[in-house]
T-cell receptor
Framework: KAGVTQTPRYLIKTRGQQVTLSCSPI?????VSWYQQTPGQGLQFLFE???????NKGNFPGRFSGRQFSNSRSEMNVSTLELGDSALYLC??????????????FGPGTRLTVL | AQSVTQLDSQVPVFEEAPVELRCNYS??????LFWYVQYPNQGLQLLLK??????LVKGINGFEAEFNKSQTSFHLRKPSVHISDTAEYFC?????????????FGKGTMLLVSP
């Protein structure tokens, strides 16, 4: 079974631009979560999508948004990029079933550098 | 809300020596506990998890951890490390009853194994 894939793996943008990152979950998984990893703040939860609906959200400004498609693939978008958005963005997929433990499987990440 | 504290940002150790990576958590609700490992330029891989039952859990690559509820700790141990164990290790928790799998991570501990 193929793992979680993220594209692109590396991205360089300038301040003020916007960026879209993509995540393809493991086949059969309906939940996709996004995390931001920086040296200063560590790993922080951005949001989770399940069946095309955002069902949980972290404490990030509105410049960070996402969506999920009917095939469970997810995209996240960051508008008006700031230097502080430079980070490794990880997505994780799971079955997403409520009431039981769902193991999250992580992709390799997209390294975003903002100049 | 939950928080996770990893007491050491870096742990240097010689090959074949034992190691313990410390993790304490704070939560007003019951939580699941996890240890993840991240190798350079890769995503996160689950090492082990505590969901319920025996407080001593065994994971992959010879690692084990012990859940101590009274001390709110979940320390990771390995009796004999290898060069290949050099990586960053993250302790994480998730709310057992929220219905979501959202992870709250510690800041990470870099394990440096030298010959």
């Amino acid at each position: 079974k193929a793992g979680v894939t993220q594209t692109p793996r590396y991205l360089i943008k300038t301040r003020g631009q916007q960026v879209t990152l993509s995540c393809s979950p493991i086949s059969g998984h309906r939940s996709v979560s996004w995390y931001q990893q920086t040296p200063g703040q560590g790993l922080q939860f951005l949001f989770e999508y399940f069946s095309e609906t955002q069902r949980n959200k972290g404490n990030f400004p509105g410049r960070f948004s996402g969506r999920q498609f009917s095939n469970s693939r997810s995209e996240m978008n960051v508008s008006t990029l700031e230097l502080g958005d430079s980070a490794l963005y990880l997505c994780a997929s799971s079955l997403g079933l409520k009431g039981i433990y769902n193991e999250q499987f992580f992709g390799p990440g997209t390294r975003l550098t903002v100049l | 809300a939950q928080s996770v504290t990893q007491l050491d940002s870096q742990v240097p150790v010689f090959e074949e020596a034992p190691v313990e990576l410390r993790c304490n958590y704070s939560s007003s609700v019951s939580v699941y506990l996890f240890w993840y490992v991240q190798y350079p330029n890769q995503g996160l891989q689950l090492l082990l998890k505590y969901l319920s039952g025996s407080t001593l859990v065994k994971g992959i690559n010879g690692f084990e951890a012990e859940f101590n509820k009274s001390q709110t700790s979940f320390h990771l141990r390995k009796p004999s490390v290898h060069i290949s164990d050099t990586a960053e290790y993250f302790c994480a928790v998730s709310d057992m009853n929220s219905g979501y799998s959202t992870l709250t991570f510690g800041k990470g501990t870099m394990l440096l194994v030298s010959p």
